[in-house]
């Protein structure tokens, strides 16, 4: 007898109803059950989709094998900067870099004045 079962027999209840309230708990302890296999399930299949497009980034990049930006060296010329910015983003885009992490991979690749300035 569980402890829920005993608690009812203790109480002044008819079979009826006893058996009722038995039913209700268990029924709930089923629904609650079920709903923490669905969200076990949902994580699980979250986490397989991240690993999964983590992958495939990872693939992509290994496939692609992308070419590092070239050096920026600080000489004053604008287009020279632009260039150096726009091959940056597109390099970090490409091997799935976070953004957080653009500026510290970007200052990898300053060289001459541009690192002696940075």
Known sequence: MSN???????????DATRVH???????DAAVAAANAA??????????????????????????????KPTPFDGKI?????LN???DEVQYNTIVGLHESLWVRNAV???KDDAKAWW
């Open 4 to 14: 829920l079962e005993s608690a009812l027999a203790s109480m002044n209840l008819d």
């Open 21 to 27: 309230l038995l039913n209700a708990a268990k029924s």
């Open 38 to 67: 669905t969200s076990a399930a949902a994580n699980a299949t979250n986490a397989t989709t991240l690993a999964a497009h983590n992958d495939n980034i990872r693939t992509m990049t290994a496939v692609l094998k992308p070419t």
């Open 77 to 81: 010329d604008a287009e020279a900067c």
């Open 84 to 86: 150096f910015l726009e």
């Open 108 to 110: 990898l690749d300053l």
